[in-house]
């Protein structure tokens, strides 16, 4: 038993997560003894237990606080925020997601404001930075407060969103994996971004090196609604040209 489950630790290492089929047809057990194993592991911490199976734990990759996010690759953000601040036109509706980078491309904005655009918003510190900008009008969405991000999520955050439209969507993810998709930490702020990727003409995804070939606990989506991801130059070559295998366009900043 104890081999099977340090050979189930291998796979999720790999995958992320691991189902009750997996195991039964991996290790040809049967499902109360795969059911046995996972919780035998969860107990000791090694994994979390999800409906039919188990995935990797979070601590393994805490969310910092965001002043502390801002500082980290600090370099890179700016450049994906230069980027990305020059798809935007005169007279746009933009949705501004969560994050440091994103807090990045706000600065930005505000240092150089498009004329008379919109931002929406859902977060206190994209908010703060772009509240007495010129040239813009900013609508903050409403809901529940999430600490670590100081994002506004929950229904009636979602609510809200439906009725909007923007010319573009700009996300930012905690994890990027060319295979599955655009991940976070987050379940309820992972289907607002839903709801704004469906109300945006265009979506781009604004990712350091960093996040690639990474996995985080709630899916956003994959990448068939993605136009373009903006990145920097250390992001792994094979990651880059899977995406544009896929049709999404790179930009290296």
Avoid: W
């Avoid at 979602?158 to 010319?167: F, I, K, T, Y």
């Avoid at 090196?209 to 792994?236: C, E, G, M, Y």
């Amino acid at each position: 038993a104890g081999e099977r489950r340090r050979e189930i630790l291998n796979v999720l290492g790999q995958n992320g997560r691991i189902t009750v089929e997996e195991v039964v047809r991996t290790f040809g057990v049967s499902a109360v003894t795969a059911r046995s194993d996972l919780d035998v592991l969860s107990k000791s911490g090694a994994l979390v237990r999800s409906h039919g199976g188990g995935i990797k734990p979070l601590a393994a990759a805490p969310e910092h606080p965001l002043k502390v996010r801002e500082g980290m690759h600090y370099d890179e953000k700016v450049r994906i925020a230069k980027a990305a601040a020059q798809l935007i036109r005169p007279l746009q509706t933009v949705i501004i997601c969560s994050g440091s980078t994103s807090a990045a491309l706000a600065r930005e904005i505000r240092s150089q404001p498009p004329v008379n655009i919109t931002v929406i918003a859902y977060s206190l510190n994209i908010a703060t930075a772009l509240a007495d900008a010129a040239n813009i009008s900013l609508i903050l969405i409403g809901g529940l407060l999430r600490q670590p991000s100081t994002a506004l999520v929950g229904p009636h955050a979602e609510e809200m969103m439906r009725s909007l439209h923007a010319d573009h969507c700009f996300l930012s993810t905690v994890g990027l994996d060319a295979d599955i998709g655009l991940t976070t930490l987050d379940i309820m702020e992972a289907q607002l971004n839903q709801r704004m990727m469906e109300s945006a003409a265009e979506v781009s995804v604004l990712a350091d090196s960093s996040k690639f070939a990474h996995r985080s606990l709630s899916l956003i989506a994959d990448f068939r609604a993605i136009k373009r991801v903006i990145t920097d130059q250390n992001a792994p070559a094979i990651d880059v040209a899977k995406l544009r295998a896929k049709g999404v366009e790179v930009v290296l900043a």
